[in-house]
């Protein structure tokens, strides 16, 4: 079965295609907004601007034409509505334009599953963190997950992000804020977990008020710390709760490399496997849509054309509920 995958929850719009689990090609073109965060209406327009061209790109990739497609899969959620529904109008279009059959993906549900593929991990303990979410997740007999902790306020990207705007950094991302945290030095601000759940807010404001005294170099250093330390505690109370010997993290925060450091120092410690996919994979991308489309046709058939529309808030709990 050969899968074409869409990807477009927020600033990503990218299109893989995947054979029997293999990945054939995986396009990425993310929308940059610079300092002014992700404004919905920039985000779908740069969508539509790019789609034919990351879609051609995709095919040449694989050496393929959308003959040689058996199945769409798209991306249904959760995400940011006017993005979000450009992949969705688009997925609708090519399969009944070429006649396809065709199956929305939790986008959490994609980046686990493509995470255990790349670390070979059957049925491990999963970090899921990116901008809006941050989340424990096991999965049941059944195969459907369920969420052992969470963010109780904003997902731990945003938190970046957030701050990131506050400072005016020119590039107001997780990912440029982590470059100045390296040369940083420790000061104290707030911890806050409630049992394997977070709160981020309150280390956000203290964060925002401490950067307006002390170098932006130390406060950007003694957030991602206290932010990740919060993550490892909660990570590490689901691990002895749940006996899992293998842990898995994913999601675009997965990506950051004082995180995997503090979670395989953990995980060390705990005599517990640890797993983390290649960036590619932990980014926003359309070839983990696919594979994860492949997995979900396989148990659960096509879906009606009827039922393929966006779910801006599709938690990977309510994933029964959705393909039943
Ligand atoms: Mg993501």
């Known amino acids: 079965m050969t899968v074409l995958g869409i990807e477009s929850t927020a600033h990503t719009l990218s299109i893989g295609i995947s054979k029997q689990g293999r990945i054939l090609s995986n396009v990425i073109d993310m929308y940059s907004g610079g300092s002014e965060g992700l404004i919905p209406r920039k985000l779908a327009d740069h969508h539509s601007n790019v789609f034919s061209s990351v879609?051609?790109?995709?095919?040449?990739?694989?050496?393929?034409?959308?003959?040689?497609?058996?199945?769409?899969?798209?991306?249904?959620?959760?995400?940011?509505?006017?993005?979000?529904?450009?992949?969705?109008?688009?997925?609708?279009?090519?399969?009944?334009?070429?006649?396809?059959?065709?199956?929305?993906?939790?986008?959490?549900?994609?980046?686990?599953?493509?995470?255990?593929?790349?670390?070979?991990m059957r049925d491990p303990l999963v970090l899921y963190l990116s901008g809006g979410n941050t989340q424990i997740l096991e999965q049941m007999a059944n195969g459907h997950y369920i969420v052992l902790g969470e963010t109780l306020d904003i997902g731990i990207g945003n938190l970046f992000d957030t701050f990131a705007r506050a400072i005016k950094m020119e590039n107001a991302h997780g990912s440029a804020l982590a470059k100045l945290a390296e040369n940083g030095n420790y000061i104290p601000l707030p911890y806050t977990v409630k049992g394997m759940n977070l709160v981020f807010s309150g280390l956000l404001t203290s964060a925002e008020k401490a950067a307006k005294k002390h170098s932006h170099l130390d406060v950007a250093c003694s957030l991602m710390e206290n932010a990740f330390a919060m993550t490892c505690e909660v990570t590490e109370r689901a691990l002895f709760l749940t006996k899992k010997k293998s842990l898995l993290v994913c999601g675009g925060v997965a990506q950051n490399r004082r995180l995997q450091e503090m979670l395989k120092i953990m995980c060390k410690e705990d005599n517990v496997?640890?797993?983390?996919?290649?960036?590619?994979?932990?980014?926003?991308?359309?070839?983990?849509?696919?594979?994860?489309?492949?997995?979900?046709?396989?148990?659960?058939g096509a879906m009606k054309i009827e039922k393929c529309d966006p779910i801006t808030n599709y938690r990977i709990d309510r994933m029964k509920e959705i393909l039943r």
């Open 273 to 300: 496997k640890f797993g983390v996919a290649p960036d590619e994979y932990n980014r926003d991308n359309g070839a983990m849509i696919a594979y994860a489309g492949e997995l979900l046709y396989k148990k659960y």
């Open 55 to 120: 879609l051609l790109e995709a095919l040449t990739g694989a050496k393929l034409s959308m003959n040689d497609i058996d199945l769409i899969a798209f991306s249904q959620g959760p995400g940011i509505g006017a993005p979000l529904s450009v992949g969705v109008s688009a997925a609708k279009y090519l399969a009944l334009v070429y006649g396809k059959k065709i199956i929305g993906v939790n986008h959490p549900y994609a980046h686990v599953k493509i995470g255990e593929h790349c670390c070979k």
